[in-house]
């Protein structure tokens, strides 16, 4: 029987925690610019790019440069700590999983910040993989805009 499992990836950045979070909260429609490693596109699909519920169009490179598309909601923005939930809702990943969340968390540390991605699926079955690729590809995506918001 399938049953919700967690990952984390953890990355300490230069950036200030207020800073990094403004970058996904408020600007996520930059991040083709800010992450272009991982990041090719993003379109909104419905709502707007700033509010709970909105829902966004991904395509994104994982892994050895293979290119994905997945469709993502924001599920709750947490201001105070600095948090937010993106549910999948769509794209190849639902093939393998029954429910795929992930949170992004900044926390002030030291001169800079720790940023944690937590992902939380489900998967359809058991003889589906750990989404250790996509853990890589989060870690990736953190240090990318911190490298792009470190320069101004």
């Not at 953890?10 to 996520?28: H, L, R, T």
């Not at 991904?58 to 948090?83: I, N, Y």
């Amino acid at each position: 029987m399938a049953q919700i499992r967690k990952m984390d990836c953890q990355v300490e950045i230069k950036s200030s925690a207020e800073q990094f979070f403004d970058a996904f909260k408020n600007n996520i429609h930059l991040m083709p610019k800010l992450a272009n490693q991982v990041i090719q596109d993003v379109q909104l699909v419905q709502g707007d790019w700033q509010s709970v519920g909105c829902v966004r169009f991904w395509t994104f490179t994982v892994g050895e440069g293979k290119t994905e598309t997945a469709t993502e909601q924001w599920e709750a923005v947490d201001d105070e700590s600095r948090m937010i939930t993106f549910k999948l809702v769509g794209g190849r990943l639902m093939n393998d999983y029954k429910s795929f969340k992930s949170f992004l968390k900044v926390a002030p540390k030291g001169e800079g910040s720790l940023a944690t991605w937590t992902i939380e699926y489900e998967k359809q079955n058991d003889n589906n993989p750990e989404p250790v690729a996509y853990s890589d590809f989060y870690a990736t995506w953190i240090k990318n805009v911190d490298a792009n918001l470190s320069k101004a």
